[in-house]
């Protein structure tokens, strides 16, 4: 997936999309998305993560 900015960005980002952004392989960004504190949004096996919750989880990382 290619976006401009991360405005363009679906409201919920699968694994693919956080796979395109982090600039990591898909099965490391399901990795990611299992991780304790990663704000994950389960529906039944499908996995998601709301567009604002990353970013804002991203930002408590990168101030750490």
Known sequence: MQYKNHEELPMFLTADDLASLLKI????A????????FPL?????SMRVSHDEF????N???KA
Request: zero cysteines.
């Open 25 to 28: 392989s898909k099965p490391k």
């Open 30 to 37: 399901y990795e990611l998305m299992k991780q304790d504190g």
């Open 41 to 45: 949004i389960q529906f039944g096996r």
């Open 55 to 58: 970013f804002q989880w991203l």
């Open 60 to 62: 408590t990382l990168t």
